[in-house]
């Protein structure tokens, strides 16, 4: 099995999330893919940031949807770093990437990136939001796409059946054998989310998952030898 270790915002255990830091250490670690998370700014640009304001991860206040591109570099994303846009990630590492998305107007945006740059084959698009999948699938025939979930049932896999997504990125604390037998049957992938421990690696390893989404380097070379 091609087991993939995923690099949660880079290696955010270890280095300012979000980062170009971040993400050429993720980079430089080997971890087989790099997530981050997009948003756009108040002039368009598509910016690389979890929260939907940028209080938590530096040192300004106030929605990211409120400040312009310019104001956004003006601040600090931790250790000097700047909030990145999506195509200088794209070009400081070589590593593919899970790019998730918060609604359909940053998949818009996404996917003028994507046929502009030939992403189809480097980029696979994650979002919580089905109707966010459903449209990036819609604007990029051929993406590859993935639901990610944190409370959930079974009906996850037929929400991701629903939206034409082929992987399933899930919490790691909730999953259970039914769900992943579930989705099985549907032919999904299963990616677990967040691992971080010894424990969680050995339980994606004895559910057979996919991939486990790290937010350090170090899992890379345990979960080698993880039974």
């Not at 910016?47 to 570099?73: F, Q, S, Y």
């Not at 992403?119 to 939001?129: A, K, M, N, P, Q």
């Not at 590859?144 to 049932?153: C, E, H, W």
């Not at 999953?175 to 010894?198: D, F, M, S, Y």
Request: glycine content about 8%; cysteine-free.
């Amino acid at each position: 099995m091609n087991f993939l270790t995923i690099g949660h915002r880079g290696v955010m255990g270890v280095e300012p999330e979000n980062t170009l830091r971040s993400f050429v250490a993720a980079d430089r670690a080997g971890l087989d893919v790099i997530e981050l998370d997009l948003h756009l700014s108040k002039d368009g640009a598509l910016v690389v940031m979890h929260d939907a304001d940028v209080d938590r991860t530096t040192d300004g206040t106030g929605p990211i949807a409120d400040k312009t591109l310019t104001e956004l570099r003006a601040l600090d994303a931790g250790r000097g770093e700047r909030i990145p846009t999506f195509e200088e990630v794209l070009d400081a590492v070589q590593a593919p990437l899970q790019a998730e998305i918060k609604d359909t107007a940053a998949a818009r945006a996404l996917a003028e990136v994507m046929h502009r740059r030939d992403l189809v084959g480097r980029v696979e698009v994650l979002s919580f939001h089905d109707e966010a999948v459903a449209e990036i699938a819609r604007l990029v025939p051929g993406v590859r796409t993935a639901l990610v979930a944190s409370r959930y049932g079974l009906d996850v896999v037929d929400r991701a059946v629903a939206v034409g997504a082929s992987t399933l990125v899930l919490n790691i604390r909730r999953l259970t054998l039914e769900v992943v037998e579930h989705a099985r049957k549907a032919n999904l992938r299963i990616i677990g989310w967040v691992v971080n421990t010894q424990d969680h690696l050995r339980l994606v390893r004895a559910l057979q998952l996919d991939g486990a989404t790290t937010d350090y380097p170090d899992i890379k070379r345990t979960g080698r030898f993880t039974a």
